[in-house]
């Protein structure tokens, strides 16, 4: 397996605008996780879900900010409207079980000017 | 706060040292796991322990798992340069809970 891919690996834009994160987790894991890093708060879960279903996104900063999982195989991360606060680096993860090991993607670096 | 928190914040020594760094947990946990991040890339996983699992070896490392301090720590024996990178511990504090990452410690070694 190729691992979890995430696209894109960087991403700058303009406050104000839309910004998608996609992500493509191991083939066979029943969970997918949204990750924001940054210096200043560290590894924050944005959003989980098992079986294509959201469980928790108490994680989610705010309504600016939505996930979906339509398949197994495929999720976003949508950021309407982007502001300069949400610079981060994004990770998706997936995983077998909640508490088992997870699998990271690489991330996308998102700068938003 | 954190639920697992690790110590020190930032550790350097020399190639072919050991490496010792901690975890620390409020609450009662399934297992507790070790990732590292090198910079620029996604985290990797080193090593789960069970909670009623004392020791754990892979390789040059080393995870020990004290519940009745609630502490664990991941040694890692004769350092290499590619070890330089950044150590979490994750822990679950609940039955249905999920995985919780601490800020992480950024271990340096030098050549």
């Known amino acids: 397996d190729a691992g979890v891919i995430q696209s894109p690996r960087h991403e700058v834009t303009e406050m104000g605008q839309e910004v998608t994160l996609r992500c493509k987790p191991i083939s066979g894991h029943d969970y997918l996780f949204w990750y924001r890093q940054t210096m200043m708060r560290g590894l924050e879960l944005l959003i989980y879900f098992n079986n294509n279903v959201p469980i928790d996104d108490s994680g989610m900063p705010e309504d600016r900010f939505s996930a979906k999982m339509p398949n197994a195989s495929f999720s976003t991360l949508k950021i309407q409207p982007s502001e300069p606060r949400d610079s981060a680096v994004y990770f998706c993860?997936?995983?077998?079980?909640?508490?088992?090991?997870?699998?990271f993607g690489p991330g996308t670096r998102l700068l938003v000017l | 706060s954190q639920q697992g928190e690790e110590d020190p914040q930032a550790l350097s020594i020399q190639e072919g040292e050991n490496a010792t760094m901690n975890c620390s947990y409020k609450t009662s946990i399934n297992n507790l796991q070790w990732y590292r991040q090198n910079s620029g890339r996604g985290l990797v996983h080193l090593i789960l322990?069970?909670?009623?699992?004392r020791e754990k070896h892979s390789g040059r490392l080393r995870v020990t798992l004290d519940t009745s301090k609630k502490s664990s720590s991941l040694l890692i024996t004769a350092s290499r340069a590619a070890d330089t990178a950044s150590y979490f511990c994750a822990t679950d504090p609940g039955a249905n809970s999920k995985l919780t990452f601490g800020k992480g410690i950024t271990l340096s070694v030098r050549p």
């Open positions: 993860a997936s995983s077998w079980d909640l508490k088992e090991t997870q699998y």
């Open positions: 322990i069970r909670s009623n699992e």
